[in-house]
């Protein structure tokens, strides 16, 4: 069946127009100022903001992480991802050390499919790095992985400066394309000891234990490794301004750097780790941590000059039952938040109508930046012929009340309780199909998975 939304106003990483969409099937065939189309049924969307697909590149849904799993699974997750905008997620497949990549590969694959609400792929996380290993990267790209992830913190998951360039140099040579989680452990977790002998094991240790500057270090160390190596990086879920200058620096150097942010960083601060109620303060731990407002002011600013190209969730949540096993010792509350379900509401209230960024910056860091980058535009991220016809439908008019007991996922609270939008989401479409409508889900767990190429941004 064709459908017409006739009479909204496309955004697009170049700026807004007046455009019907013509949808044929899972794709669009047109986008024109009036589209004439009597066999198809038309949709009025007058006034509407119409935007390409949300795509969240980095989630955790069905993790086991501090001897427990996240609350959210792909079908919980991406019901609420999909509420929110978001039509497409990248998430992590996670080998656990010891095994191949292929048994991580698969393992996710068991856990999304058939399982997930909106489209997803997967990065490839590297916890170890040898010959066998080596020899699985050429498979990742053959199933369609062309992104990867390591981390410089986490005994568990980090590889040390060594194994990195070994893995950098590997993928270099397929053009591929990797994101790592930067912080310095050794310090950290000296921080931690001390903040324990001291007997300071309340949550308020969190963010003292990983402070910016650690963050930032670890930014300029893989920096410098990649500059050696000569690749392109990710820096995911960068917090701080001193990140910030570091990453500037290496961009003067000549080296291409991509970074990504995350809505906790833009309208949430440190003082949210204060709170002498545990649970209110606990709900907020992540890694790295909510940092000061000067940062969230300059995390806005990079936005704004396109220093920053994506924003993401991080999404990895627990419910406040899970965040109690850190009551005493905050070094055992497992880490991360909701988020999925709030991100573009929140982007555009709190930057586009303050006029921190522009529509056309919401629409590049939300779903077209990310699409080139990770291989799947311009299928995804842009509302074009050719493309799948996947939009959201925003009411600039629809203000409301972020408030847990609507949220669909399971993690039984939001970081944002109490915000007032501007606007709201009226309707998703996924692949030329009405999933949302007015924050009700009518899709069923019909997501594909999307096999990826390679980056384009």
């Known amino acids: 069946m064709k459908r017409l939304l006739s009479g909204g106003t496309v955004v697009s990483g170049k700026g807004t127009k007046r455009a019907d969409i013509l949808i044929d099937g899972e794709k669009i065939v047109q986008v024109a100022r009036t589209i004439v189309c009597p066999e198809a049924r038309v949709m009025d969307v007058t006034g509407m903001l119409l935007m390409p697909g949300f795509i969240d590149a980095h989630t955790h849904f069905d993790l086991d992480v501090c001897n427990t799993t996240t609350a959210d699974?792909?079908?919980?997750?991406?019901?609420?991802?999909?509420?929110?905008?978001?039509?497409?997620?990248?998430?992590?497949?996670?080998?656990?050390?010891?095994?191949?990549l292929h048994q991580g590969l698969t393992l996710w694959h068991q856990k999304a499919d058939g399982k997930t609400y909106c489209?997803?792929?997967?990065?490839?996380?590297?916890?170890?790095?040898?010959?066998?290993?080596?020899?699985?990267?050429?498979?990742?790209?053959a199933a369609g992985i062309s992104s990867f992830k390591m981390y410089m913190t986490y005994p568990a998951m980090m590889i040390g400066d060594e194994l990195m360039y070994k893995a950098l140099k590997k993928l270099k040579e397929k053009g591929g394309i990797c994101g790592v989680h930067c912080e310095n452990s050794g310090v950290i977790n000296a921080l931690i000891a001390e903040k324990k002998a001291a007997g300071e094991t309340g949550v308020s240790s969190h963010p003292r234990t990983r402070p910016a500057a650690l963050?930032?270090?670890?930014?300029?160390?893989?920096?410098?490794?990649?500059?050696?190596?000569?690749?392109?990086?990710?820096?995911?879920?960068?917090?701080?301004?001193?990140?910030?200058?570091e990453v500037e620096a290496a961009r003067k150097r000549g080296q291409k750097?991509?970074?990504?942010?995350?809505?906790?960083?833009l309208v949430l601060d440190e003082s949210v780790y204060d709170s002498d109620d545990y649970s209110h303060a606990a709900?907020?731990?992540?890694?790295?941590?909510?940092?000061?407002?000067?940062?969230?002011?300059?995390?806005?600013?990079?936005?704004?000059?396109?220093?920053?190209?994506?924003?993401?969730?991080?999404?990895?949540?627990?419910t406040l039952e899970q965040k109690e096993a850190g009551r005493g010792d905050f070094t055992k509350?497992?880490?991360?938040?909701?988020?999925?379900?709030?991100?573009?509401?929140?982007?555009?209230?709190?930057?586009?109508?303050?006029?921190?960024?522009?529509?056309?910056?919401?629409?590049?860091?939300?779903?077209?930046?990310?699409?080139?980058?990770?291989?799947?535009?311009?299928?995804?991220?842009?509302?074009?012929?050719?493309?799948?016809?996947?939009?959201?439908?925003?009411?600039?008019q629809a203000d409301h009340v972020i408030r847990a007991e609507d949220m669909v996922g399971k993690a039984g609270y939001t970081p944002y309780e109490g915000f007032v939008t501007r606007g709201g989401i009226a309707q998703v479409w996924l692949r030329g199909q009405l999933a949302v409508d007015h924050g009700t889900v009518l899709a069923d767990c019909s997501g594909k998975y999307i096999v990826r190429g390679k980056n384009s941004l």
């Open 73 to 100: 699974d792909f079908t919980s997750g991406s019901r609420a991802a999909l509420r929110g905008g978001t039509t497409m997620v990248i998430d992590f497949a996670c080998p656990n050390r010891g095994e191949s």
């Open 333 to 396: 509350i497992p880490g991360g938040v909701p988020g999925v379900e709030t991100r573009g509401e929140l982007l555009y209230s709190y930057g586009v109508t303050t006029r921190r960024i522009s529509l056309a910056t919401m629409c590049k860091v939300l779903a077209e930046n990310p699409a080139k980058l990770y291989g799947c535009y311009p299928r995804k991220g842009v509302l074009r012929p050719g493309s799948d016809a996947d939009i959201v439908v925003y009411d600039p």
């Open 283 to 318: 709900r907020y731990v992540c890694a790295p941590p909510i940092r000061t407002l000067d940062d969230q002011k300059a995390l806005w600013r990079a936005l704004r000059r396109g220093e920053i190209q994506t924003v993401s969730t991080d999404h990895c949540s627990f």
């Open 257 to 265: 750097v991509y970074v990504e942010t995350c809505p906790q960083y």
């Open 215 to 245: 963050e930032a270090e670890a930014v300029s160390r893989l920096l410098r490794i990649a500059q050696v190596v000569d690749i392109p990086v990710v820096i995911v879920h960068l917090t701080n301004e001193a990140s910030l200058h």
């Open 119 to 141: 489209d997803y792929g997967f990065h490839m996380t590297i916890d170890d790095w040898n010959e066998n290993i080596e020899r699985e990267i050429d498979d990742m790209y």
